[in-house]
């Protein structure tokens, strides 16, 4: 897997660019968090480690931390599937401050 | 269970954890197209090309010069998704690469419709591709106009509520079925393991394999984001997109048989696109679904 | 001439807010163009859109760099996003928050004004709780602080041109105009 | 009626108002919403139309031609990949003399995928046997649709209406959208002399042999060069009707002028407001905008180029290995002619790059420094 | 060694001495003895190539362009509708810079169907990106190939060899086939710099903005004026291992010449006979050949035009509503240029119309006649 | 009989006598593309126009300024039968003209291969069209190349006797079935008869209609021009190519049930393009017809 | 059914043709009868009226005469599929005279 | 420079005929260029094939009009077309044919010479009774009567050419040359 927060790539000139339309750089460098008007947060204490989170994300952004989920909120949109998936109902969508 | 012996029980993983798509990218929240990319590179690991045409997954992948996946791929043009496939696997081959394996990633758009002579050649000629239509019944990265794979009663931009979609959904799997491929599957976003499970076999097998995958598109079906898996489950529980397997265009499994199905009317009621619809058009969807139900499992039995 | 550059998120409905300012100045026979930025925005994702107004033909089809001022649909982008960028100086940014304009970093160097679309809109039953539809009570907020059209012309222009709901709209604009 | 619409749906407007009777297309961006609100002008019956939606723009145009020679009045739109997708099908209707009118919605080509604008797709059309007009507001886009139906039909050849992605395509501005009774008035229904029917059973496009083809190709030709009056002419019986006249060429200041640009689409108009304060600042600036470039306004190009000092053309294109295809036409065109000024060459704007007033005065020093072009091509705002 | 061989032949001989590895045709006349020849050559095992017998042209290109960026050396051969319905992806192959080598036989565009030659086909891919080679014998064809592979994946830029139909492709002439060995050294396998492959995972051609799409079509164009030295010096090259120099243009008598043909394809040749008894008669006449159309040979003409009195350019095609194409070109390129002649501009042989001797002294006769230029373009042995 | 009960007795015609097809044309010599046409033109009347893309019938039919046909036929681009037909149809209704029927008649690299999009899309709209392909198992026009209607087995010049087809004949039928049009019929030269009730039948019946229409070709086939008849005979009467209609891509009937059908190898002896197959890959052919056969019993019976 | 022997067109400048490319003539201009090298000859004495030569041929070039079938050899082109299919065999092909 | 021009049918082989000619001609290092008639030719139609011989290269790609010489492959085209159109006055005629030259109108206006090709194919057995190949026999008898090259370049040439019955061939093509 590619790093995260991979960095911006700036061409100062055509010349650096290769001759063929190819990549170069990785999308990790664009944060989706900031897509999110509503943001997941998971009550660990009734978390079963199911995995169901993790597998249906579709960014993917929920991480395994110590055999626990953690959503990496950099990248997260906020869609709500994790919360609407969650077997025990551990995972709650909560209004981003404003 | 105790505090501690929840600490101590690992996370479970029905799929592998190493992750070939990586976030950033830029899908719509609750993308099913997303998902079902991530379940296959899963299943293919990294010796792996792919082949995509224009559909929202051209977007989906990021702009240049980055991208989302850690396999390459070729950007082809919209009708070409099976015939560029093609030619990537000839060209590895002839410069001594036999093992990797090429996919074509095509929305229903670039399958159903503008790709279809594409994809019937290489069925023909039993190119050894991958060929995977994810499904979301609708041009999307256009702005969600109607395609062949849109089912009876839709709403989009092109099939307004006055004129919404009066033809059914074109039978892709049929019509890959008649062309007597060695391998033909469907899977949803719903059940990843299902869908792991098909393209590990699918990779070992030599021809031209054909996936069909349920991939609901909240922005399109004006559905809740968060509805994504509830919609494609629903969708399998209640047989309108059934999940099956068919080996030379002959021998036909259904993967989960349904003993009592559920009906697509609350399934259709989540969706906006279908709002308009009078209940006898829903009933008559759901004569539609059985009868097709009914026609599967005649083809199984045979 | 005067240029102004909405910020929102797709879906938000930030284009229809610019169209539904178009249409009100063009009732009053000024000149005015309007367009969304120029991407492949997905739903959540911040988009941009402009509007430029003149009482002449306008020939300039270039983008708006440089703009004399500032709409916030989405106030989490105050955040997210520089949303200043180019903005004239003295110019006036406004902004949907229920925060005091002094709240936000850049008052001081920018006319700041906020008003609260989203309780209109909400209040208005406009959209959902979860995603109410803001944009005709920001035009009637932006219509109002930067004088750009009468109100009538706005009502009118809403009339036109939002189909569900017309006249909740009409009062949430007419609300939002009154208030600010 | 002023109405304040976007310019995909001033394409729209135009084939409702000429009551377009077959309407085959496919989307693409940014060319959707045209088909979009044609779907729900059927829909709701504003528009008496077959609208075909067909699974890729090569049977977009196929079966344009079919409705056409059936003796049907027959629109569509596309962009960029849908129209070269179409390429084969354009010599068709061009060859055939079938007269539909098409939009097209300047995009660049692929690869990479980019929506934005520039004239390679529809230039690269140059050679298919159709009329081009090329438009800078919303205004003339429905305006020129309701001509193009006449001119068209008139000469049985197809005409492409083109604009700018995004720039008009999706830029809203105010458009006095004609009155369908004048309309009808302007254009006829479409009665063509010969067609498809079986109460005179003929072959259409049989194997042709080298003792005709050349002579069908002549007529083809010759007829083209009809165009340029007729456009003219009832460019300004439409000025009449409608109070804005429509010509082949839009000069602006370019009687006094020393220097002017060469331009199309919407840079050019956004080079008008360059020429005004190139004016400002001392310099008799005028700018020449090319309306229609197939059949090439031969005549009028050199009646003002003859009477100006210098010149420069600017493309928003590139044809690789021969350079900016405006350029290259506008030299062709005054060629051994005598008072002919220097001709200078620039690209700028590819991919949706803009071009702005300052593009026009970076070109407007380059070329004022220069008695001649040094370069075959310059580049404006490109990183080299 | 000496072969009597058709056009078609040479084609596939070319494309088997450069050891092409993946070859994705369709079928179409006059262009199907190329692939059946190549298909045999599969299938005897004297060529080890994929032969990807594709159900389009349209597909045929696009395996093309997947082979070619999987690091293949490609190979197809196509004509008139079949190269029309490749159009879009010309363009790809064109801006993604993928070298593929084509053989076109130039046949007119239906409607009428007409299988016989004119260069419309061709010369309506002019803006698409690719090189573009004319052919004037089975010898030039065979030789022709060989060097385009060199160039196109040197400049990783795509090229088309083009023959005229039936005059070339299906003549039979005295070919002497270049030696295997010879070949190879002339031309090492392809190995691009960066390729389609899942030891560096890249993704081709997505989504470029406005900030990136200018300078990728800047660098194309750049390169693609470095092809006029790079053809000349590979040509040399060429001459020196087998005898025959290739360059952009042929010239034929033209340092003392008064009066000049500008010609291509095989009446480029027949024009040879015609100058000789030009000068039999006592006309100092001359013929320049044009084997390059793209990237356009400036230099070249400029220097052959610029030592003649007059000229006369003569084309087997015709863009509507602009007239013959390399005449609308060389007047371009000569533009503003000191010294440069009146040039006439002709069109003849449209539909497999012959082109004979007699037709060149009746153009050369019309030509001698005037001053300058009296019509846009002069039709030659036309029913008017 | 007596000579006098002769000349009393009436010529017999099993169809109408009137001819809008006449002589004068380009055939070779004992095409079967051409009685095709003959026939249906005898069903069809004069009420009919034709779209004809590229293919033998685009020379077949004379040269300009010649026809010779009593109907209007439009010269269509090779991959546009289907799309051409659905707009002159379209074009013909918005101008008054209801009755016309519209035919799109192509060969089979017209309908298999470049045409199929077109025509499957037309399917999915449900155009109404009848839609025909007289199938001469190749590309004969441009001197008989492989279409993916070329037979296993066959040599042709691009499938060479070294390197013959190894692929099979692409199952057009069936791949038209899935689209579930009102109306498929397969018909052959042989059985003018049939072929002209099936046309009956279908003109009276709205939207997509297909026809399959089996028609030897002595030139590409390297057959003698006399077998024309009867190598369609025997195609029809071993099972090679079955008669049939299907309606709504569900019932299928069987026109003429075999009960013993006769070996495909002297059907295959009387054809050149056969010639250099040994018996293992003949009795791989009659394999395939019969597994074809058994799939079609058993698809009536469903 | 048009004319037989339907006159050759020709076209004296391109103003004298319609502006569509479009047919004005009859194909049976074209006599086809050169192409035969046999011919078909019909015995009337054993022909039993069964219309199949009639049926079969491709041209058609078989016409019906005072109810008897009569070769046209103006266009017959001498396939031989009237002859194979003559279940009374009444056909024979004969060599044409060099 | 010779031009000659053949006449045949489509599928006799005619075109084949003047390839070998062009073959054995080019081995004895003259210039030539061979083309057929650019039409669709379908079987049993006339067709017609083009020879132009020069020991220099031949730069003159138009077609031939007025043939030194005129070869008829199908002696049934004499009546059904005019082949000696254009034919240069006092050039040859080779006729496929077993009756004498002073039997065909045009004997006289040109020298005219027949050969039995059909009989030697026959004889040979190439082809079969209905259809004799006799391309081979016909280059046999034009290479001798026109002087175009040595016999040995001819059997050459065949073998090169025709891949069945090469022998069978190069006999036809002897006999034909040996017996005019
Ligand atoms: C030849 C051509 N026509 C049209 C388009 C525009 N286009 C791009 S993506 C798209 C729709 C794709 O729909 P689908 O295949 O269903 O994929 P989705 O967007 O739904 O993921 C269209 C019409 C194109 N790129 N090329
Ligand atoms: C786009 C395009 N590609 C190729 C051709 C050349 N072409 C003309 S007819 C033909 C073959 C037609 O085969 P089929 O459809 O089977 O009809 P048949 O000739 O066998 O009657 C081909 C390849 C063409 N006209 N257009
Ligand atoms: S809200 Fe959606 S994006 Fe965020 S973690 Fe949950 S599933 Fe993933
Ligand atoms: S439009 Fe639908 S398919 Fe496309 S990215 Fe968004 S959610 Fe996914
Ligand atoms: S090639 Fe075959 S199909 Fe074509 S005309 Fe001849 S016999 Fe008929
Ligand atoms: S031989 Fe053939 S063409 Fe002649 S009449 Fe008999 S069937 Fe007809």
């Known amino acids: 897997m590619r790093p995260k927060k991979a960095k911006k790539i700036v061409f100062k000139s055509a010349e650096e660019m290769p001759l063929m339309i190819c990549s170069v750089g990785h999308q990790t460098h664009n944060l989706t968090g900031a897509w999110r008007n509503i943001r997941p947060e998971i009550d660990l204490g009734r978390c079963i480690k199911c995995g169901i989170c993790w597998k249906f994300c579709p960014e993917p952004s929920i991480d395994v931390v110590d055999e626990w989920p953690v959503v990496d909120y950099d990248y997260c949109k906020g869609c709500g599937i994790c919360a609407e998936e969650c077997p025990s109902k551990c995972i709650v969508m909560v209004e981003e401050r404003k | ?302 | 001439m005067v240029e102004i550059r909405f910020h929102g998120r797709g879906g938000q409905g930030t284009v229809v807010a610019s169209k539904i300012l178009a249409d009100a100045i063009a009732k009053e026979d000024k000149w005015v163009q309007a367009y969304p930025e120029f991407g492949v925005e997905r739903r959540g994702s911040p988009v941009v859109a402009f509007i430029r107004i003149d009482d002449k033909p306008i020939f300039d089809k270039s983008r708006i760099y440089a703009p004399d001022h500032v709409v916030v649909v989405d106030p989490t982008l105050v955040e997210a996003i520089d949303i200043t960028e180019g903005l004239k100086p003295g110019g006036t940014i406004i902004i949907n928050s229920d925060r005091r304009p002094e709240d936000f970093p850049f008052h001081g160097a920018f006319k700041v004004r906020t008003v609260d679309a989203t309780a209109i809109a909400v209040k208005h039953k406009l959209g959902s709780l979860a995603a109410p539809i803001v944009n005709t009570a920001i035009a009637g907020a932006v219509t109002k602080i930067l004088g750009l059209a009468q109100l009538e012309s706005l009502a009118a222009a809403i009339r036109d041109g939002v189909p569900i709901k017309a006249e909740d709209n009409v009062q949430a604009a007419t609300e939002a105009y009154e208030m600010t | 009626m002023k109405k304040v619409i976007m310019g995909n749906h001033a394409l729209s407007y135009g084939a409702m108002l000429a009551r377009a009777q077959v309407i085959s297309a496919y989307p693409i961006t940014p060319q959707t919403q045209v088909v979009e609100l044609l779907s729900e002008m059927c829909a709701d019956g504003k528009l008496e139309a077959q609208f075909i939606k067909v699974e890729s723009e090569h049977s977009a145009m196929a079966s344009c031609i079919g409705a056409s020679v059936a003796g049907a009045r027959t629109f569509t739109a596309t962009s960029a990949q849908g129209l070269a997708l179409m390429h084969e099908m354009l010599h068709w209707a061009g060859g055939g003399r079938h007269p539909v009118v098409m939009g097209n919605i300047n995009r660049s080509m692929a690869p990479g995928w980019s929506i934005w604008t520039d004239q390679n797709d529809s230039l690269s059309q140059r050679d298919t046997g159709w009329m081009q007009f090329y438009c800078a507001s919303n205004q003339e886009v429905v305006d020129t649709v309701i001509q193009a139906f006449k001119v068209a039909e008139a000469l049985m050849i197809p005409a492409m209406v083109i604009l700018d992605a995004f720039a008009l395509s999706h830029t809203y501005e105010v458009v006095d959208v004609p009155d369908q009774a004048l309309v009808d008035r302007y254009l006829p229904p479409f009665k063509p002399a010969i067609k498809l029917t079986t109460d005179d059973p003929r072959a259409f496009g049989g194997l042709t042999g080298a003792e005709h083809y050349m002579e069908l190709r002549y007529r083809l030709e010759k007829d083209m060069e009809r165009a340029p009056a007729l456009i003219e002419e009832t460019g300004r019986e439409y000025g009449k009707l409608f109070g804005r006249d429509l010509g082949l060429v839009d000069p602006y200041l370019c009687d006094d002028a020393d220097f002017i640009f060469v331009t199309s689409g919407t840079a050019g108009y956004t080079a008008r407001v360059a020429v005004d304060e190139l004016r400002a600042a001392g310099v008799k600036a005028g700018n020449l905008r090319l309306k229609v470039f197939r059949p090439f306004p031969f005549d009028r190009v050199r009646e003002v180029l003859g009477q100006v000092k210098k010149a420069a053309v600017v493309d928003r294109n590139c044809s690789y290995g021969a350079g900016g295809i405006f350029y290259q036409e506008v030299k062709s065109a005054i060629y051994g002619r005598p008072g002919m000024p220097p001709l200078f060459g620039y690209i700028a704007g590819l991919g949706g790059r803009d071009i702005t007033t300052e593009s026009f005065k970076e070109i407007a020093t380059d070329a004022l420094a220069k008695d001649r072009p040094e370069e075959e091509i310059v580049w404006i705002g490109v990183k080299k």
Chains 1, 7 share one sequence.
């Open chain 2, 1 to 302: 269970m105790s505090q501690d012996a929840k600490n101590e029980k690992k996370f479970t993983m029905t799929l592998p954890a190493d992750e070939l798509m990586a976030c950033g990218h830029l899908a719509c929240q609750g993308c099913g197209a997303t998902l079902a990319m991530r379940t296959m590179l899963k299943a293919l690991g990294k010796k792996t090309a792919l082949c995509i045409p224009a559909c929202c997954w051209a977007v989906i992948d990021g702009p240049y010069p980055y991208s989302s996946l850690d396999v390459p791929i070729y950007h082809c043009a919209f009708e070409t998704a099976a015939s560029t496939a093609t030619g990537v696997k000839a060209g590895l081959e002839m410069t001594g690469d036999t093992e990797t394996t090429v996919v074509a990633w095509a929305g229903d758009g670039g399958t159903f419709d503008i790709g279809i002579q594409a994809l019937s050649g290489a069925a023909e000629r039993n190119d050894d591709i991958i060929y995977v239509c994810y499904d979301n019944e609708a041009y999307m990265n256009t702005g969600i106009q109607r395609s062949s794979a849109t089912p009876y009663g839709a709403w989009t931009t092109t099939t307004p509520v006055k004129h919404f979609k009066t033809r059914p959904k074109k039978d892709i799997v049929a019509i890959m079925a008649a062309h007597r491929i060695p391998y033909i599957a469907t899977a949803s976003v719903s059940h990843p393991e299902d869908f792991f499970k098909k393209m590990k076999k699918a990779k070992d097998i030599k021809g031209t394999r054909f996936f069909h995958v349920y991939a609901p598109c909240p922005t399109g079906w004006k559905s809740r984001p968060e509805d994504t898996i509830k919609l494609a489950r629903m969708a399998v529980q209640n047989g309108y997109f059934p999940l099956l397997e068919i080996e030379n265009g002959e021998k036909t499994t259904l993967n989960l048989k349904l003993k009592d199905r559920k009906p697509v009317d609350d399934y259709m009621r989540l969706q906006g696109r279908f709002r308009h619809l009078k209940p006898d058009q829903i009933a008559a969807v759901q004569a539609e679904v059985d009868a097709r139900w009914e026609r599967l499992l005649k083809g199984c039995a045979a």
